[in-house]
């Protein structure tokens, strides 16, 4: 079955919230929502950022906006403040996201 990245679907932002990052996927067009609503689970996100992850995955569905926002609990390191990690407020999590590959619809 043929795969595409979720960067040829939608774009996305990340941040933080303490020890937990914020990414929320945002698609370019209305059907593509329902595509990554389908496709991006809490699982799958979870699978995506093994060995960065390592508490559980929220997912929130933002259907007004055609928006996915996921919540990765214990991963960054304590938070901005305290962590060592080079990216100790999430900000590239969207981009390593957005490589993520699902199965072409």
Known sequence: MPKIQLK???HG?????GDAAN???IAFKKEDYSIIR???????VKKHFEGICLGEVDRYEMPNINALNFVLHN???GGGT??????????????ALLMME???P
């Open 75 to 77: 991963t960054l390191g």
């Open 38 to 44: 389908e496709k991006v689970t809490a699982e799958a």
């Open 23 to 25: 990414v929320g996927l």
């Open 82 to 95: 305290v962590s060592l990690k080079n990216d100790a407020q999430g900000k590239t999590l969207a981009s």
């Open 102 to 104: 699902i199965e072409k």
């Open 8 to 10: 040829e679907i939608c």
């Open 13 to 17: 932002r990340s941040g933080d919230k």
